[in-house]
């Protein structure tokens, strides 16, 4: 320590002694040649000590050292160094920035250059996350980043999403680590786009492996914005409102369609047609029910936010609100968020920096039930008879008289739905940065995630019946009793974080960085909730549990609580050899409360190379950046359910006893133990490289993995004799391999800049093990189609669609008689299925793999125009190759409505070979699980069109504003797609093993959308 | 600036040594893990009440509605729903045609199962608890009934099953089918050792009602007996109930059936059920509800499933002795049309939703004002399952004495069955004075009409060996469908450990 002291001082002294003088040139653009004006040259040491050039380029500057040296930069243009030597002239060549190599990265307790990243680690803009009107932030995520399939569980406002980084990683969650600002959050609902500053994805084990236990699914890196140092005040509102609309409708039978059709069904069953349909032609089209139950509806956003900084401090303020309703339900849809922020460092010492990042949320979402097939709007909108209109003639609503029970009026059904999720949310920390040395700091950080989250339910009554006395409508459009019910959750994450840093170069070529951290995680669940009925006032702003007429009998309560501790150890050594050589290796042991005592630590190391093939005294050519890395790297998946390796004796097992049918306490365990739980581990081999031409020209980005899971918790059936659920075991193994390709080409000519990307990703997943013995598991169950749809086994990928294979229409009773026994009442006119094992019967054994979820490829493309104050921003978004399983038409249902594809149904010899014969019992059962409801689910999105007007900079100066620009955009604009369905973007609603099926999908909206951003 | 740097270091290590081993260890917030249970007489109670909520479970993937095999597979009543693939796999067996892989099938076997294991934790932790004697012994004997009964249920059905006497240790998971005998050997002598234990209906507290009694023991083990053809023991075991004086015939039939006719004076055993919340459509949930009430109503505007339609050749049965005289029991059996259904409205085939079907079963209707007035009412039928009735123990008290050559007891217990049938009606209904088949054919037929639409049926066919001629015709056949498939899932997870029986 003494020695660097007293070295410091030398050097202070020979600047003491030096003699200053000048040193002149010229700065010439790469591009055309051509002097750049105002391009800055500075003193690296003495920033103060600078110039600009001028009209032609030239510079001239006062140094005062040979040891000086000079940094020019230039907007779009790579700051470089030089070192002034003996030199009186420099002249120099700019090249325009080459993004790709020199921006920052963050990669995890750590920021790295582009350039220096062993790692496939992608890496989202602020510009690219808020060009998309995005709710949450998962959003943003789609098609921005190779590797990374994002798709939306649900259109509706606030709806979960399913992101996968390179593939699903396990049969149970397959979910990335979120981590904003350091601390790792679950969901990222709370979080406002506009406040990200960047988004890093670690796909790779080699970068994630530093998260350990819980980075197996990829680690997504949230960087929210903050101040700068030294940096004038400043003002920025962004804000849009935009109407969103729906872009597609089914084509549904109307009610003359529907009435001729009813009517063939009940003579083909030897029944007489009902006597109001006799004459079709008189129904006419009858009630759209897809017109009844969406609608337009708005979304807007406002932020503001303010950062600056002085020499001592820095802070940005922000706040924001967001607003979107549902294109089905409206407001019974809404989501509504207010965010709050503040980050801020503050110098206290020359060794001491400390600093907050803290966010609050309070957002509310009003949610509609959707994604299933029995009882939602979208369903019943679907499936309701078209003859029944949406309101009675004195303006209530009416009921049909033919849907069955779970088909009831959903515009009513909306009216009656009360359902809103309020939560508060804080997600914040405080740290201190002790900069010991210049090479050694560590930075500690508390922080946390605390969410106090309320649900409030309330059903009231209603009675749609013609005459409520008489009870004419069917018994599901009357409720006779209302109910409240009121859940109360709270989750709080505690962290504590160390992290000591070592950077030092030894002889100018050796580059070392060592990074050596902790981890203290704990987290804690608390629920309880209450329900009651028989409320006596049937008004929503009177829905309160203690508000009952009979509280004892009818209440109902109960709480649950979960806590969870993590203990991590790491550590990340980064070895440079004269920039040309990197080596990398992680190692992380992570201890965690879910395991058992001899299971509870896991360590995660991971190794990785880069090489700078460019650095090398080769001439590549056009190749002007070029580096090939490779890494292996180990990581855990831990999320699983607590105590999982206790034997727990679960109460409620209740039976009622005595007179007063007491509800008496039951109690045993229902699984069995499993002592020897372990984390699921994830290996991953990476192998990628990227490479530039004609100094950034084109850029290029391509990985290859091979992704292995092993000891994948799976519960295998054990056979039921044992009486309790099958524990989670490790048995299970996977591999998803892929390869991922980005490119990007940019140039600009004149006023007319512009750049066009586009990455592709093909990933193919393969289940290689479910232990011995094991089943396949079945999941996607989809009742009236005769059960589970989707199957998972040894060699197919993960849920594969599962059933009968169509093949054609019987066209008469000789080929019902040839063909395999079906049932006993198949006639002409019913789906033939083929007899795949031969036995002559048509039965369980004859279903097969008959689709598959996954796609083959996903990818997008995005373009940007800039020409003089204007600019365009294309970005489309599609998969390629994957099959949707549509379950949204009650074919069990006789008198439901149908796609009006049953107009060309079967009606004699010869008439169709697809579509079948209608009936009312369905007695062939050709609704069963078959290739018939399977669709191809490709599709290519304009996800988002944005035309920009950014004001001229004279006008700006005059009004005194940094930065004022209009944008009109569009998302969803267009969708090529043959799925027949509302949307063909459907994720993964059941779980990992039963993505793509399609239980009535709430859309997602197509929105026009006007816009502005102010910076002042 | 190396102190300071030690400083910062000692804090931070000191922060971390905060966390102890402890820190890792972390049990259940709330709840307990078997470390901490069986402990008191309060778990002691905890435990066997989950047992009990084992007879509880209905549908998939664990459940079992009695109804499903006793009448749906029989000639009394066809499966119905909203069409033949409305549980398609129920119309295979009730035309047996069925498969191994049925859904239904595979949940009666993991029901029964799940019930076993329930009761064998019971009677492998709580004779260490100390506690009081006699309700250790209680508890206990309550677990035997219930173990007895489920091994019962599967014996019946599946003829050869594992012997799961015992909660099973992992090396034994893969345990092989033992032959029926053996299991009739562990629901004899567990039924024996639980009437022993079990207090009579009458000791049982107000409060205690619906707990297993000494009765409900013997009524169960006369109905093993019976299977197992020791009219004997059948016919003492039946008349122990008879002599207890605990049970008596309700006057009025049509009132067994009606929610005040629960726990009535002649019944021995039944599962309670009742309107709760919470009750919803998982398994092992906290539902104290039953399903059969909606299954059974009529759809349309009675917003049921249409299942378990009663079938013409049952109604005629009531028509058996005299076509002339109705047994005034079929109104207490089957709704007809033009029936007022409870206070749902009349019985058209408009109302149904227009389906063709003349009947509907009508012992476990429910009435709108009886249905839950809360969440979702669909699974919180309050109806009890009436599983054993004392009209049912002197009937098999009767079938087992005629077995025995002591015709004038089953004449006398028979006649008491039919007594109060009558209902006063002396004109109709005359006792029965024949003897040899003839009476034994009265037996059967007194059995069919007063047990009607209650889950007997099948099982009763191919108990006494009748239902080859009674099915035959419609496709059953002896040594394959008087047992049920073996559950597929079950073979395959046992590694073919766990056979399939012939003929399927």
Redesign the interface.
């Known amino acids: 320590?003494r020695y660097v002291v007293l070295m410091c001082l030398l050097l202070t002294s020979t600047y003491l002694f030096s003699q200053d003088r000048t040193v002149t040139g010229m700065v010439t653009s790469s591009e055309d040649g051509q002097g750049i004006i105002g391009a800055t040259v500075s003193v690296k040491d003495n920033p103060n000590q600078g110039t600009a050039t001028d009209e032609e380029g030239y510079f001239s500057l006062t140094v005062s050292s040979n040891n000086d040296i000079l940094v020019f930069s230039y907007v779009g243009m790579t700051t470089q160094e030089i070192e002034v030597g003996n030199q009186t002239e420099i002249n120099l060549v700019m090249s325009p920035e080459a993004s790709l190599i020199n921006e920052i990265v963050v990669i995890g307790y750590g920021t790295e250059k582009r350039s220096k990243v062993n790692a496939a680690v992608s890496v989202i803009t602020s510009d690219e996350i808020t060009q998309t009107p995005v709710l949450r932030v998962e959003q943003a995520l789609q098609g921005r980043s190779a590797g990374v399939t994002v798709t939306q569980n649900s259109g509706s406002p606030g709806s979960t999403l399913s992101v996968r980084i390179r593939g699903a990683g396990s049969l149970s969650a397959s979910d990335p680590l979120y981590v904003v600002d350091g601390i790792p959050v679950e969901g990222l609902d709370f979080l406002n786009a506009n406040d990200i500053e960047s988004i890093s994805i670690l796909k790779d084990a080699a970068a994630s492996a530093i998260y350990g236990s819980r980075g197996a699914n990829g680690v997504v890196l949230i960087t929210t914005k903050s101040g700068d140092f030294e940096k004038e005040g400043e003002i920025t509102y962004d804000g849009y409102y935009g109407i969103q609309s729906p872009w597609k409708k089914m084509n549904l039978l109307n009610a003359r369609e529907y009435a001729i059709i009813q009517n063939e069904a009940f003579i083909n069953a030897g029944?007489i047609p009902r006597p109001e349909f006799q004459n079709p032609d008189v129904l006419g089209v009858g009630t759209d029910w897809q017109d009844a139950i969406f609608e337009n509806a708005p979304i807007s956003s406002h932020n503001i936010r303010m950062s600056g900084g002085g020499k001592k401090s820095n802070f940005t303020v922000s706040g924001g609100y967001f607003q979107q309703d549902g294109i089905v339900g409206g407001e019974k849809a809404r989501f509504n968020r207010y965010t709050a922020r503040l980050n801020a460092d503050f110098k206290v010492k020359d060794?001491l920096t400390v600093g907050t990042n803290v966010g609050f949320t309070n957002l509310q979402r009003s949610a509609i039930p959707e994604n299933n097939e029995f009882a939602t709007p979208l369903v019943r909108a679907l499936n309701i008879d078209p003859t029944t209109p949406v309101y009675k003639a004195d303006g209530t609503y009416a009921y049909s008289r033919y849907a069955?029970?779970d088909i009831a009026n959903p515009v009513n059904q909306i009216d009656l739905t009360y359902d809103t999720w309020t939560s508060n949310r804080v997600v914040g920390s405080i740290f201190g940065k002790?900069d010991?040395?210049k090479d050694?700091s560590?930075r500690?950080t508390y922080s946390v995630d605390a969410t106090f989250a309320t649900q409030d339910i309330f059903l009231p009554r209603f009675n749609l019946s013609n005459d409520p006395d008489l009870?004419d409508a069917?018994?599901?459009e009357i409720r006779?009793?209302n109910?409240v019910i009121l859940n109360n959750n709270t989750w709080t994450a505690n962290q504590?974080e160390?992290v000591?840093s070592y950077n030092k170069t030894f002889n100018d070529v050796h580059k070392l960085s060592v990074d050596l951290g902790?981890t203290?995680l704990s987290r804690t669940y608390?629920g309880s909730g209450g329900?009651n009925?028989?409320l006596p006032s049937n008004d929503p702003e009177d829905a309160f549990i203690s508000n009952t007429i009979d509280p004892l009998e009818?209440q109902?309560a109960f709480?649950?609580?979960?806590?969870?501790?993590l203990?991590s150890y790491f550590g990340r050594v980064n070895y440079g050899y004269d920039g040309k050589y990197i080596l990398t290796a992680i190692m992380r042991t992570d201890?965690?409360?879910k395991f058992g005592?001899d299971n509870?630590f896991g360590y995660f190391p991971s190794f990785s190379f880069g090489w700078l093939a460019s650095e090398e005294n080769w001439d590549l050519g056009i190749v002007t950046f070029l580096k090939l890395r490779t890494g292996w790297g180990r990581n855990g998946n831990d999320r699983i359910p607590?105590?999982g390796y206790?034997?727990?004796?679960?109460?409620?097992?209740?039976?009622?006893?005595?007179?007063?049918?007491?509800?008496?306490?039951?109690?045993?365990?229902?699984t069995i133990?499993n002592p020897e739980l372990q984390w699921e581990t994830i290996e991953q081999f990476n192998v990628g490289v990227d490479m530039e031409l004609w100094n950034g020209k084109v850029t290029v980005t391509s990985d290859y993995f091979i992704k292995n899971t092993k000891d994948m918790l799976y519960n295998?059936?054990?056979?039921?004799?044992?009486?309790?659920a099958a524990p989670f075991r490790n048995v299970a193994s996977m591999r998803n391999n892929g390869i991922e390709l980005a490119v990007t080409y940019r140039d600009k000519i004149g006023d007319f800049s512009y750049d066009i990307g586009g990455n592709i990703t093909k990933i193919s997943n393969e289940v290689t093990a479910l232990g011995s013995?094991?089943?396949p598991a079945t999941a996607g169950n989809v009742t009236?189609h005769?059960?589970n749809v989707t199957y998972t086994d040894v060699g197919l990928p993960l849920g594969s669609f599962f059933g009968y294979v169509t093949d054609g229409i019987f066209q008469n009773g000789e080929e019902v008689a040839a063909h395999a026994f079906q049932?006993?009442?198949t006639a002409p006119g019913d789906i033939r299925f083929k007899d795949l094992n031969d036995d002559g019967v048509i039965?369980?054994n004859d279903r097969t793999v008959i689709g598959n979820p996954n796609p083959d490829f996903s990818y997008a493309f995005t373009t940007n125009f800039k020409y003089k104050d204007f600019d365009l921003n294309i970005f489309f978004q599609g998969v390629s190759g994957n099959d949707i399983y549509n379950a949204s038409v009650r074919y069990?249902?006789?008198?439901s409505n149908r796609p009006n594809s049953i107009l060309d149904r079967w009606t004699g010899e010869g008439t169709s070979n697809s579509e079948p014969r209608v009936s009312?019992?369905?007695?062939n059962?050709n609704?069963?699980a078959s290739d018939r409801f399977v669709e191809d689910g490709s599709y290519l999105r304009l996800k988002n069109i944005q035309l920009g007007y950014t004001l001229p900079e004279s006008v700006m100066q005059r009004m005194k504003i940094k930065n004022l620009r209009f944008y009109v955009s569009s998302n969803n604009l267009f969708t090529f797609t043959k799925y027949s369905g509302f949307d063909p973007e459907i994720g993964a609603y059941g779980g990992v093993l039963a993505a793509g099926i399609d239980r009535g999908f709430y859309p997602q909206a197509r929105s026009f959308i006007g816009g502005l951003q102010l910076t002042f | 600036m190396k102190k300071k740097l030690n400083i910062i270091l000692l804090t931070s290590m000191f922060f971390l040594m905060g966390c102890g081993d402890d820190f890792l260890d972390k049990s259940p917030i709330i709840g307990d893990t078997s470390e901490n249970f069986y402990q008191s007489e309060e778990d002691a109670r905890a435990a066997v009440n989950a047992a009990y909520a084992s007879l509880q479970y209905e549908l998939t993937p664990a459940g079992h509605f009695r109804w499903f095999w006793g009448d749906v597979m029989s000639d009394d009543s066809q499966k119905g729903g909203s069409g033949d693939n409305d549980a398609f796999g129920l119309l295979l067996l009730e035309t047996f045609q069925g498969q191994a892989n049925d859904e239904h099938i595979a949940s009666e076997w993991t029901a029964s199962f799940e019930g076993i294991y329930r009761a064998n934790v019971v009677l492998e932790n709580i004779p260490n608890i100390d506690m009081d004697e006699t309700i250790k012994s209680q508890v206990l004997g309550e677990a035997r009934f219930i173990r007895s009964y489920f091994f019962f249920n599967l014996v019946t059905m599946f003829g050869d099953v594992p012997k799961a006497d015992h909660v099973l240790a992992p090396s034994e998971y893969s345990m092989p089918r033992s032959p029926a005998s053996e299991i009739w050997d562990i629901i004899i002598d567990d039924l024996t050792q639980a009437i022993d234990v079990l207090p009579l209906r009458s000791e049982l507290s107000s409060n205690e009602i619906g707990r297993i009694t000494k009765g409900a023991a013997r009524g169960l083990l006369t109905k093993a007996y019976l299977w197992n053809r020791n009219y004997l023991m059948a016919e003492q075991t039946a008349n122990d109930i008879i002599i207890s004086g605990e049970y008596m015939l309700a006057d009025d039939y049509a009132s067994i059936f009606t929610t005040a006719g629960e726990n009535g004076p002649g019944s021995v055993f039944e599962v309670q059920y009742m309107n709760a919340s919470g009750g919803n459509w998982g398994y092992n949930a906290q539902n104290e509800g039953t399903f059969t009430n909606v299954f059974q109503r009529a759809r349309g505007q009675f917003n049921g499933y249409g299942f378990n339609l009663p079938t013409q050749d049952l109604v005629d049965e009531f028509f058996a002795e005299n076509p002339n005289v109705e047994d005034p029991r079929l109104s207490a059996t089957l709704f007809r049309v033009g029936d007022e259904m409870g206070d749902r409205g009349v019985f058209t085939k408009e109302a149904t939703g227009g389906f063709p079907h003349d009947y509907y079963p009508k012992k476990y209707f429910d009435n709108q004002s009886e249905t839950a007035p809360f969440g979702d009412p669909n699974p919180n039928g309050g109806s009890n399952d009436r599983v054993i009735r004392y009209a049912d123990v002197l009937l098999m008290h009767a079938e087992a004495a005629y077995h025995n050559n002591n015709e004038g007891p089953a004449r006398t217990s028979l006649n008491l069955v039919r007594e109060r049938a009558r209902g006063g009606n002396a004109s109709i209904l005359p006792d029965v004075t024949a003897s040899g088949q003839a009476l034994l054919d009265a037996i059967y037929h007194e059995r069919r009409v007063e047990l009607a639409m209650e889950g007997h049926r099948f099982f009763d066919l191919v108990r006494t060996g009748r239902a080859a001629t009674v099915l035959g015709p419609l496709g059953y056949q002896d040594g394959v469908h008087n047992l049920f498939p073996i559950p597929e899932s079950q073979i395959l997870v046992t590694n073919g450990a766990i056979t399939q029986n012939p003929g399927y």
């Open positions: 320590m029944q060794w069955d029970t002790f010991f040395t050694i560590l500690s009870r069917p018994a599901h006779d009793v109910v504590f160390n000591l902790n203290v608390r329900s009925t028989n009818s109902g709480e649950v609580g979960e806590e969870e501790t203990l201890g965690s409360s005592p509870r607590n105590y206790y034997t727990v004796v679960n109460s409620g097992q209740n039976y009622s006893f005595g007179n007063n049918e007491t509800i008496t306490n039951g109690s045993v365990p229902l133990a295998p059936p054990i056979p039921a004799t044992v009486g309790a013995g094991a089943e009236f005769g059960g049932a006993a009442a039965d369980q069990d249902l006789a008198f009312l019992s369905d007695p059962f609704s069963r």
